[in-house]
């Protein structure tokens, strides 16, 4: 009687380096701490290492490290284990949509400096702004992910999930990953997702989930007994929270069965305690937050990271008593605005919103740019239309574009090529695409590599999540802690309609604290430089104006951006909403504006 055939073997994908780092340690790992920790890997035999993309391109500038030239020593560092990169569709690794010519170009460069299998996903699921994404990465002959962005709202179910899995597999995606940001994906719904997916699909499933919830590992186990091919792991150091399951722990619990890894625990532990002496470098940086298993995740179904940029905001804004009104008017936000997933950067459109609907006299009296972007359906389509009051309320008369937001967008890299060469700058691509995608922090790495090193303390990123943030998953989760730090520091205060706030200048620029201080000597903000045009662009809240780079005369895009803003401790894009001409511009670098303040005006 001839033997039953083995199960395949279940494969892992190592995130220590991007979701854990990012997630546990707000991505203060360096690239000369990461890359020898990479080359023990190298030699365990995981399906991928996910160390680039999400919000550790941003991260890496923040650290004073150009971005591509890490990627290029990683892959160097690992030449028997393919190298992983997140990519939010057409958003990059930025905070926006850009054009098709950026996103050929980006992945073009990734694939040549490394990357080996890029994982892309949209933070609404709309399929259409993954799909430049994907063409391209197939172009470069790369192993290419679709990313479901798992979520629970009644505009979600098995039939949704299903519909949009086969849609990628048409794209020709090599696998389908069950992305779960939030972790909230339970045994169940895991089983019935990886089972109904392989179905429809034929594909390998990958699954990717967090810790924080606590439900992860029966998660993993459900969806391996369904099938999956592939799950995410972190080396036991950076697991765990609102990181992923511990390597350590999957393997050595499915050793000897049906879903044997085939990888030595001993060898995982030799690597596991040189991370965790690391680990040990980088307490301060570690996020009492992300490190724990918080029950509120499954209480108020938002995720960690969420519910932590929610406290922080409040604590901003001296209203931490607001706290239950706030977690209340998050779900009313999210149904208003269509049930989007709790991904970057939406979540935090969402946890911005309720915030101001709770402390403003009314709902909606004060919204974000972003929550403007959105509703114009700059970020693509959410799974159900958006309230038809919410929308009026908020654009007046405009209504929101049908079509893809990428095809409203201008080619974009010629422009940046010129500029960069009208600068003096060697315009290669990875400098183009730094430029792009974060022009200010590009603009301080180049001063940092041309000006001698004096000793500083680096600033901390803006995403605190595998952004998959602002900002993962974040970013972005993006959420800046500190400006970065040099000598010959001056400190005052400004007065803005009332509101004191503590404003920073040093060889880095100008930053201002966010909310109030009590007592100060004043100075008065920048006036309006003439009457706003009415339909001007508008302050979002209150900051500092770091970069303008449009001036009178230019032609720009719907959703380019017209001025960047630095507030609640975020550096915030402000993007044209209609296409035009550059009629005015109110404002100067440095200044600092007020809500709906107007910046720029197009027409």
Known sequence: MPEASAAPRLRLTDTTFRDGNQTLLGGHLRGEEIIPLARRLDEIGFFALEAF??????????????????????????PKTPIQAL?????????????????????????????????????????????????AARREGRRVQGALCYAISPAHNLEVWTRLGKRLAELGVDDVVIKDTSGLLGPQAAWELVTSLREVTGLPIVVHSHCSSGMAP??????????ASVVDTALSALAWGGSQPATESVVAALAGGDYDTGLRLDRLVEVGAELEALKRRHLEHLSPVADRVDSDILRYQMPGLMLDHLHRLLAEHDAQDRLGEALAEVPRVREELGHPPLVAPVRQIIAEQAMYNVLASERYETVTQGLKDY????????????????????????????????????PQV??????????????????????????????????????????????????EAGAEAPVEE???????????????VAEFEVEVEGDIFHVRVSGAGMV???GAVATAPAASAAPVRSAPREGAVVAPMQGLIVKIPVSVGDEVALGDVVAVLEAMKMQNDIVATKPGKVREVYVKEGDVVSPNQALVAVG
């Open 474 to 488: 974040a970013a972005i989760e993006p959420q800046a802690e500190e400006p970065v730090a040099v000598a010959q």
């Open 375 to 410: 509703l114009h359906g700059l970020y693509g389509r959410p799974p159900c239309p958006a309230s038809g009051e919410i929308r009026r309320l908020v654009l007046g008369h405009d209504e929101p574009i049908t079509v893809r937001p990428a095809d409203l967008i201008d």
């Open 53 to 78: 993309g999400g919000a550790t391109f941003e991260t890496f500038l923040r650290l004073g490290q150009d971005p591509w030239t890490y990627l290029r020593r990683l892959s160097e560092a690992t």
């Open 218 to 227: 029966m998660a993993y186990m459900a969806a391996i007994e369904a099938g």
């Open 414 to 463: 010629d422009e940046v090529r010129e500029r960069l060469a009208r600068a003096g700058v060697e315009e290669d691509d990875g400098a183009v695409l730094s430029e792009l995608l974060f022009p200010v922090l590009a603009a301080e790495l180049r001063r940092r590599e041309r000006e001698p090193r004096v000793e500083e303390a680096p600033a901390k990123p803006e995403a």
């Open 87 to 135: 990519i939010r569709g057409q958003n990059l690794v930025g905070h926006r949509n850009y054009a098709d010519d950026a996103v050929d170009l980006f992945i073009h460069h990734a694939a040549a400096c490394g990357v080996d299998v890029f994982r892309i996903f949209d933070p609404l699921n709309d399929v259409r702004n993954m799909e430049a994404a994907i063409a």
């Open 512 to 514: 201002v604290a966010a």
